[in-house]
């Protein structure tokens, strides 16, 4: 088994050569994190790309009125703050550690330089960017076109495809999550997470208790947004 096998479970350097994969081990800082510690926060000068070997990270943004949004919650094998490469630019987010978690760092000179000399690499990030980006126009799509129930609906979706865990009672949500996050997430406030969680209990599309939601049926979920 090769040393850097852990790099093929990082989404942008699936596809590269084990002479490529050697290059990105070469230049990457892996640390370790407890749950709670904040690796940047939003406004702090952008220095590194950063990938998730283990744990969960919380990406996040203060909006005008001090009121936190959620954009991502991340796992094993994704990257954040690639949004800093190729400029100047500060985090334009916060990441926070929801749970212990092994992160590797790639400063972006290091990164840059790499990238230059290895067209390969490059190639791989041009795609992991452009996906990003229809994952970005996507979202915005999504604020604009569907209520809180439906906007609720798809990240239900989404978290049980991340993190589902599948039991005799349905798909349960392998993750500890606070319905103010889901609000956060959603982009609306926790008493109306709490209604809109509590209508797809009633027509019995998910079960609900104080720190689990297990979907039973995620095709009546799905309804709520096509």
Known sequence: MSKYDYLKQISVFAQLKEEFLQKIDDISIVRSYPK???????GDSGEAFFYIKSGL???????????????????????????????????????EVL??????????????????????????LIKYLN?????????????????TFGR????????ADDYGKKTKAGTELDLNISRQELANMVGTTRETVIR???????????????????????????????
Do not use: C
């Open 36 to 42: 709670g510690k904040t690796i940047f926060m939003e």
């Open 57 to 95: 990270v919380k990406i996040s943004k203060l909006s005008s009125d001090g009121r936190e949004h959620i954009l991502h919650i991340l796992n094993e094998g994704h990257v954040f703050a690639e949004v800093t490469l190729f400029s100047s630019s500060d985090y334009p987010a916060t990441a």
């Open 99 to 124: 749970e212990d978690a092994e992160v590797g760092m790639i400063k972006n000179s290091a990164l840059e330089k790499l990238i230059v000399e290895t067209p390969e690499i490059s190639l791989a």
């Open 131 to 147: 996906n990003r980006l229809i994952e970005a126009q996507n979202k915005v799509r999504n604020l604009a076109l569907y209520d």
């Open 152 to 159: 609720t609906a798809q990240a239900l979706v989404k978290l």
């Open 196 to 226: 809109v969680l509590s209508a797809f209990k009633k027509e019995m599309s998910i079960e609900l208790d104080k720190s689990s939601i297990v979907i039973k049926d995620i095709e009546k979920v799905k309804q709520w947004y096509r």
